[in-house]
């Protein structure tokens, strides 16, 4: 048999190596693509609650890229504090229709029980009704404990803004308070 000289294939330390370059690529390409696809579902780490959107200043400064003076790097709070107020309405019946989620606006309509003597509800006069919290979410309707009177009322949470809270609580102090379905 003949002797050949050994085999050399060239190239091929060149070829496993833009291999392994390509593979690293397409690795890398991978990573960003998810990195952005967390950022843009806005990914928290646990123990972190979820804030909401952020305030339309943080959207406009985002949108161009420049950051306002003195902004915090992180999400800013909601700029309006909601809370929860309980809140008795006159109407009983109306208050059982209602859900946990559902939209209202609060009337106070004037007081018509007798104040003084002669048995008036008011100067002679009849006073508007006026709308004191106007979307108002129903996050609670609790059931009452025992008999109660119609006359009574019935009470419902409702989530608004710290403000409106307020003058629910002054308003149901001294009217009867109605609710409408928005």
Known sequence: MPVFPPLRVRGS????????????????????????ALA???????????????PPGAVAAASTGVQQAGAPSRPAAKAVDVVSAP???ADAETVRL????????????????????GGSGGAGGSVAARLVASGA???????S????????????VLSVPRATATA???????????????
């Open 13 to 36: 330390r060149h070829r496993l190596r833009r291999a392994v370059r390509r593979r690293r690529r397409a690795m890398a390409a991978g990573l960003a693509v998810a990195a952005a």
């Open 40 to 54: 843009a579902v806005g990914a928290r780490a646990p123990g972190h609650p979820d804030t909401g959107p952020p």
């Open 87 to 89: 809140v008795r309405i």
């Open 98 to 117: 209602l859900r946990p989620g559902d939209r209202v606006d609060v009337i106070a309509a004037p007081d018509s029980s007798p104040v003084g003597a």
């Open 137 to 143: 979410r129903v996050t609670d309707v609790p059931r």
């Open 145 to 156: 404990r025992g008999p109660s009177s119609p006359d009574e009322g019935a009470l419902v």
């Open 168 to 182: 629910l609580a002054g308003a149901g102090a001294t009217s009867r308070l109605v609710v409408t379905w928005c």
